[in-house]
């Protein structure tokens, strides 16, 4: 890849937002987004495990799915890259639970706010689609930290606005049939349309 570390930040973040232009981790988008406390919780939560998975996942494709040949042809080079979805899947649950469990340790109020979503980080495509990605674009070890920070600060950016958006429209006079589900499907789709407008600042990595 030739784009630098700054235009990697940047369309991560704003270009090329998981949530509000990839579609990615919908499910805890709208699913925590109720208050802004909970959604920073969840944000922290999935830059930890997203940024750890990418780390691991790389180091695992790389030294130990992908062959690697001593002296030609070697009968040890065996390619278990067919392995990468169920190996990356097992690293990103182990992460979540080790969330988990601290969570629960020194926070529970915040463990008790994210629920059921918390486990489901283990299933969010976000951070699933983020390590598969980095392969995809044969991204360095550098580069694939760099873009999974980013995306997981995209991904907290986004909630954060959103949860703050729907704090704001529980104290505005919204009609009966458009207050829950519909307002903030609504709001949803305007946010992405805003971030359409950083869509010209960098090339899309």
């Given at each position: 890849?030739?784009?630098?570390?700054?235009?990697?930040?940047?369309?991560?973040?704003?270009?090329?937002?998981?949530?509000?232009?990839?579609f990615l981790g919908i499910c805890p988008f709208l699913g925590v987004s109720k208050d802004v406390k909970s959604s920073l919780g969840m944000g922290g939560a999935v830059l930890f495990v997203m940024l750890l998975a990418t780390m691991v996942t790389y180091l695992i494709m790389q030294y130990v799915l992908t062959?690697?040949?001593?002296?030609?042809?070697?009968?040890?080079?065996?390619?278990?890259?067919?392995?990468?979805?169920?190996?990356?899947?097992?690293?990103?649950?182990?992460?979540?639970?080790?969330?988990?469990?601290?969570?629960?340790?020194?926070?529970?109020?915040?463990?008790?706010?994210?629920?059921?979503?918390l486990p489901l980080i283990t299933t969010n495509c976000a951070v699933l689609g983020v390590a598969i990605l980095v392969m995809q674009k044969n991204m360095d070890f550098l580069q694939s930290v760099v873009y999974s920070a980013s995306t997981a600060v995209g991904f907290t950016l986004a909630l954060v606005i959103f949860a703050g958006i729907r704090e704001q429209l529980d104290l505005t006079g919204t009609p009966r049939g458009m207050k829950g589900v519909p307002i903030a499907l609504v709001a949803a789709g305007i946010l992405a349309m805003a971030f359409m407008g950083f869509s010209n600042l960098v090339p899309l990595p």
């Amino acid at each position: 890849m030739t784009i630098s570390i700054f235009a990697l930040i940047i369309g991560a973040i704003f270009v090329n937002n998981v949530v509000l232009a990839q579609f990615l981790g919908i499910c805890p988008f709208l699913g925590v987004s109720k208050d802004v406390k909970s959604s920073l919780g969840m944000g922290g939560a999935v830059l930890f495990v997203m940024l750890l998975a990418t780390m691991v996942t790389y180091l695992i494709m790389q030294y130990v799915l992908t062959p690697v040949e001593f002296g030609g042809h070697s009968p040890f080079a065996i390619d278990l890259r067919y392995l990468q979805t169920i190996a990356y899947i097992l690293v990103i649950a182990a992460l979540v639970q080790m969330v988990e469990i601290v969570l629960k340790k020194i926070a529970p109020p915040l463990y008790q706010a994210l629920g059921v979503f918390l486990p489901l980080i283990t299933t969010n495509c976000a951070v699933l689609g983020v390590a598969i990605l980095v392969m995809q674009k044969n991204m360095d070890f550098l580069q694939s930290v760099v873009y999974s920070a980013s995306t997981a600060v995209g991904f907290t950016l986004a909630l954060v606005i959103f949860a703050g958006i729907r704090e704001q429209l529980d104290l505005t006079g919204t009609p009966r049939g458009m207050k829950g589900v519909p307002i903030a499907l609504v709001a949803a789709g305007i946010l992405a349309m805003a971030f359409m407008g950083f869509s010209n600042l960098v090339p899309l990595p």
